[in-house]
C-alpha cells in the first residue's frame, strides 16, 4: 500500500518549452503533496506543498509562475515547468501524505529526471 | 535558519560489519524525525522513524536513536549488507502536522566485500 507514481520518469525537452510532470497516489487519497527537485550528490529541497483544490504554497525563492502546481484531486497533482531552461534540469520527486490523524509519514514518488537542452 | 546537518558524508564499511550514521538538526521544536535510503535514480525510500517523545526505535536490522538534549539523531545498520549501499538522508519535521518536511544533506554508505 501507500504507492505513488510519477510520469513520466524522464523528459528531454528543449528549451523555451513547458513540461508536465504528474504525482499520483495509486492506493489511498493525498490531502497534501509535496514537490521536490534534486540536483546531482545534493539533497531534496522543497518546492512547493499543494492542498487539494487550493493553491499551492512555494518556498521562498520558488517562482511561483514558472513552477505552476495545479492539485486537482485528492490523487493527483502536477508540476509544470513553464519556458524551461537548462538550469531547470534536474531531478523532481513528489510524496504525498493520507494526512491521517497522527500520520505524519510521506510517501515518495520514484522521481522524473528532465534534461533541458 | 533552521536546517539539518550530517557529520559525515560518506561511509565506508565491510560487509557485515555495523554501521552508524549520524545526523544534527537545529529546531528544537522539531517532533518528528524520519531516515529515508535513497537509490541512484529513484526516489526515497522510507527507512524507520521516530517522535520526539521517544529516544530509541528499532526496526529490522536498523534502529535510530534520538537525544534531543543535543539535538542529534543516528541510524544504526546492523549487519551491513551491499544491498545496503546507497545514500542516507535524515529528515525532521519542525512544525508538526501534515507539513513540509527538512532534509539533511544526506550520507552516502558505501559496504565493501
Known amino acids: 500500500g501507500a504507492v505513488v507514481s510519477q510520469h513520466p520518469s524522464w523528459v528531454i525537452c528543449k528549451s523555451g518549452t513547458s513540461v508536465k510532470i504528474e504525482c499520483r497516489s495509486l492506493d489511498f487519497q493525498a490531502t497534501t503533496m509535496f514537490w521536490y527537485r534534486q540536483f546531482p550528490k545534493q539533497s531534496l529541497m522543497l518546492m512547493a506543498t499543494?492542498?487539494?483544490?487550493?493553491?499551492?504554497?512555494?518556498e521562498q525563492g520558488v517562482e511561483k509562475d514558472k513552477f505552476l502546481i495545479n492539485h486537482a484531486s485528492l490523487t493527483l497533482s502536477t508540476l509544470t515547468v513553464t519556458s524551461a531552461h537548462p538550469e531547470d534540469s534536474s531531478f523532481y520527486i513528489c510524496s504525498a501524505t493520507p494526512g491521517e490523524r497522527g500520520s505524519y509519514e510521506q510517501y515518495f514518488g520514484p522521481g522524473t529526471r528532465l534534461t533541458v537542452t | 535558519g533552521e536546517s539539518v546537518g550530517l557529520h559525515l558524508p560518506t561511509l565506508s564499511v565491510q560487509e557485515g560489519d555495523n554501521s552508524i550514521i549520524n545526523c544534527a538538526y537545529s529546531n528544537s521544536a522539531s517532533d518528528y524525525f524520519i531516515w529515508y535510503k535513497q537509490e541512484s535514480g529513484k526516489g526515497p525510500q522510507f527507512i524507520i522513524d521516530i517522535r520526539s517523545n521517544m529516544d530509541k526505535r528499532q526496526g529490522q536490522r536498523v534502529t535510530v536513536l534520538l537525544n534531543k538534549t543535543v539535538k542529534h539523531l543516528s541510524l544504526q545498520i546492523a549487519a551491513t549488507q551491499p544491498g545496503d549501499s546507497a545514500v542516507y538522508f535524515c529528515?525532521?519535521?519542525?512544525?508538526?502536522?501534515?507539513?513540509?518536511?527538512?532534509f539533511g544533506a544526506g550520507t552516502r554508505l558505501a559496504v565493501h566485500p
Open positions: 529528515a525532521e519535521n519542525p512544525q508538526g502536522g501534515y507539513n513540509k518536511l527538512i
Open positions: 499543494s492542498n487539494e483544490g487550493s493553491k499551492a504554497t512555494y
